[in-house]
Each structure stands twice: as structure tokens, then as C-alpha cells.
Nanobody, 115 residues
Framework: QVQLVESGGGLVQAGGSLRLSCVAT????????LGWYRQAPGKQRELVAQ???????TYADSVKGRFTISRDNAKNTVYLQMNNLKPEDTAVYYC?????????WGQGTQVTVSS
């Protein structure tokens, strides 16, 4: 059974930092592509960052230079380090992976950035 569990969200002032974690079970983690998505109220869910099995990372233009995605295969965990946070980063952040049986999402973690 595939399960993704995010943690690390919270309330932070603009300019602050947070690190999100996502623990994945039920998948061949080291071979998996993992992504962080976010959804703000009234907006569509969007890809924030993605990391391949070889640790190649890609980012949305809006977060380049501020966010860093990384993975620890020994811990089945993918991270999203978020620095210099802005109010427009406020959203629910989700972890996602894709397997041969479909896409799997975590339950999400709320990030709120106050101005």
C-alpha cells in the first residue's frame, strides 16, 4: 500500500524558512520520481519542484533560487527546503509520486506566510 505523509508546514513571517518532509512507503523509493505541489485557495494545484531517481531537480520559475528539493533514499524521505518565503507561497503543499498503478498524493501540509 502506497502512503505519503508530509510534515513541516506552519506559520512563518515573510523572509523566513521552513523545511517540509515527505516519508513514502509502499514504493521502490530509490527508483521513484517525487514531486512537491501546492494549491492556494481558489487556484489550481501547481508543480513546485521535482526530483528524479538520479537526484536531478527541476523547479517552478516562481521558486527558483529560494526552494531546494532533495531526497534521502535511506530514509525514504523527500524534502523541500523553502527560504526567503513570500506571502504568495501560502498554500497547502502536497507530495506526489507516480507508480505503474497510478499517481499517489499525500494529505498535504499547510504553509502560511504572513507579511
Amino acid at each position: 500500500q502506497v502512503q505519503l505523509v508530509e510534515s513541516g508546514g506552519g506559520l512563518v513571517q515573510a523572509g523566513g524558512s521552513l523545511r517540509l518532509s515527505c516519508v513514502a512507503t509502499g514504493i521502490l523509493f530509490r527508483f521513484s520520481i517525487l514531486g512537491w505541489y501546492r494549491q492556494a485557495p481558489g487556484k489550481q494545484r501547481e508543480l513546485v519542484a521535482q526530483i528524479t531517481s538520479g537526484s536531478t531537480a527541476t523547479y517552478a520559475d516562481s521558486v527558483k533560487g529560494r526552494f531546494t528539493i532533495s531526497r534521502d533514499n535511506a530514509k525514504n524521505t523527500v524534502y523541500l527546503q523553502m527560504n526567503n518565503l513570500k506571502p504568495e507561497d501560502t498554500a497547502v503543499y502536497y507530495c506526489k509520486t507516480r507508480t505503474s498503478s497510478g499517481d499517489y498524493w499525500g494529505q498535504g501540509t499547510q504553509v502560511t506566510v504572513s507579511s
